[in-house]
């Protein structure tokens, strides 16, 4: 290095050491993004494991001043599962869904004597270079353990909203009495950012926000924000029935606009007879929820029944239903138990989506790669009719109501291993007032939704989320602010 660069260097090594926190300068909030939920991940908040999740405050700048802001703490097994009461079992349910009844003490020795049987293949692994040194130390903390309720650890989520981020705050305006972890967000898209600080502290915590985003009511089975009511059929907890949108201006409640939730499965055996099932024949049971101040959580298992006996050969899944005050996501684990091409014919199908009542009439279906909006109005155009299925394989779709300025997104994303093995799904529109599908609850068939071939679906253990966002207030073009919360996501860093 030259000389009078060198100097210059140390001169200016030397005020920063000389400036306590003169890296950690005042900034303005910038983050343009409105409609994301942030979820932390307990490795990006290391120096806070252990402590007590009762101590942990999250606050933003606004205005010169730190304020508490909502949030809450999910934790996690080490095998990644939401740590929820399931509540009161029947041995029915039990014996037709498979339930683990282990308690977490017997999966915890379980699992660490699992990883004692394959430890001495996971180093030898190591030393061919087959697997990480990390990789490896992960596995093995994860397996060895102790869950604590009470205490944040490596794999819970800490759960905002990230329109709740504030502005940069200066080490003078940090409390003194806590570990603090300052949280960087970043739009990846318009390089915008915001911060948020999580804090722990030995005693005497500041309050927490009284702000609550969403409620949900377990006997009516109804969930509720600013945004939105939620009711499904009380004994079907994968059938939604109602979204009650509210006047964003008056906070008044509009008409509902769903029918119902359709579910279609059509099974067509080697043999040569086709057996039909709706969401009538589907069993559910939800095994437990969470209601947070930012999102509720609540667990389901589904399977599917003929005549009260289950099928054995049929998959069941289970759901974590997500919650935001803006939108539904439902993270799903399909367990599929035999290879279809060994068992169903051409045909086989199974269909997913809304079917919109007539309230919705003069809204607007779009979706990408469409020339101009379909218009819901009980009949079809020619247009409709020959409308292509999507290719990229990251279908979304939007129902507008200009009259509302409001919408309705919605996207259906399957993993990495059924993209791979190229299941294949297809968005549909079909809009005919004189069409009768029951159950329902009004004549009239206007549903949007997906087709998957399940001849494409392949035997094993496999993940599908399906995502509904409340854009209020919407136009046209917006759907990009909710489609880039998967596409673009919000980046993170802490310190």
Do not use: C
């Not at 079992?89 to 308690?103: H, K, N, P, Y």
């Amino acid at each position: 290095m030259h000389l009078r660069a060198k100097t210059a260097f140390y001169v200016l090594l030397a005020a920063g050491l000389a400036v306590p926190g003169a890296a950690f300068a005042q900034a303005t909030r910038t983050l343009s993004r409105h409609a994301d939920p942030s979820v932390l991940q307990g490795e990006l908040l290391q120096k806070l494991w252990d402590r007590k999740t009762a101590s942990i405050r999250v606050m933003a700048r606004r205005d010169g001043v730190l304020q508490s802001i909502p949030f809450q703490i999910d934790k996690l097994d080490p095998d990644g599962n939401y740590m929820i009461p399931t509540g009161s079992m029947s041995q029915q349910v039990i014996d037709e869904t498979g339930w683990d009844t282990r308690t977490e003490e017997q999966r915890a020795r379980d699992r660490e004597k699992e990883f004692r049987r394959e430890e001495k293949r996971l180093e030898e692994n190591v030393s061919s270079g087959k697997l990480s040194r990390a990789a490896f130390e992960a596995r093995k903390r994860a397996a060895t353990w102790k869950e604590k309720l009470d205490e944040f650890d490596f794999n819970d989520e800490l759960v905002f909203m990230a329109r709740d981020a504030g502005d940069r705050a200066g080490p003078d305006e940090l409390p003194q009495n806590a570990e603090i972890v300052e949280v960087t967000i970043r739009n990846p898209v318009d390089k915008t950012a915001g911060w948020i600080y999580v804090a722990s502290y030995p005693s005497s915590p500041p309050p927490l926000s009284p702000a609550d985003y969403i409620t949900y009511d377990p006997k009516s089975d109804t969930v509720e924000s600013k945004f939105a009511v939620l009711d499904f059929v009380d004994d079907k907890p994968l059938v939604l029935e109602k979204i009650i949108g509210k006047d964003q201006k008056t906070g008044k409640s509009q008409p509902n606009v769903l029918d119902r939730f359709k579910l279609r499965i059509t099974i067509r055996p080697i043999m040569f007879f086709t057996l039909n099932f709706d969401e009538n024949n589907v069993k559910s049971f939800t095994a437990g929820y969470i209601d947070g101040p930012v999102r509720v959580i609540r667990r389901n298992i589904f399977w599917i029944v003929i005549g009260g006996i289950k099928l054995p050969f049929f998959p069941k899944a289970i759901v974590y239903f997500k919650f935001y005050d803006n939108q539904l996501q439902g993270p799903t684990e399909i367990f599929n138990p035999f290879n279809p091409k060994y068992m169903l014919r051409e045909g086989s199908m199974f269909s997913g989506g809304v079917d919109l009542r007539t309230s919705v009439y003069g809204a607007q279906v779009f979706t990408t790669g469409q020339a101009k909006p379909f218009v819901i109005d009980g009949k079809m155009t020619p247009e409709e009719v020959n409308l292509a299925s999507e290719k990229e394989g990251r279908p979304w779709f939007a129902v507008y109501k200009p009259d509302e300025e409001a919408a309705i997104i919605a996207r259906l994303i399957f993993d990495e291993e059924l993209q791979k093995k190229n299941v294949k799904m297809m968005f549909r529109f079909e809009d005919d007032a004189e069409r009768e599908d029951p159950p329902e609850n009004e004549k009239g068939y206007h549903y949007v939704g997906y087709d998957v071939d399940l001849l494409t679906f392949p035997k094993g253990k496999f993940n599908i989320t399906f995502f509904q966002y409340l854009a209020f207030p919407f136009k046209p073009g917006d759907e990009k602010h909710y489609l880039d919360i998967l596409d673009n996501p919000l980046q993170y860093t802490a310190r």
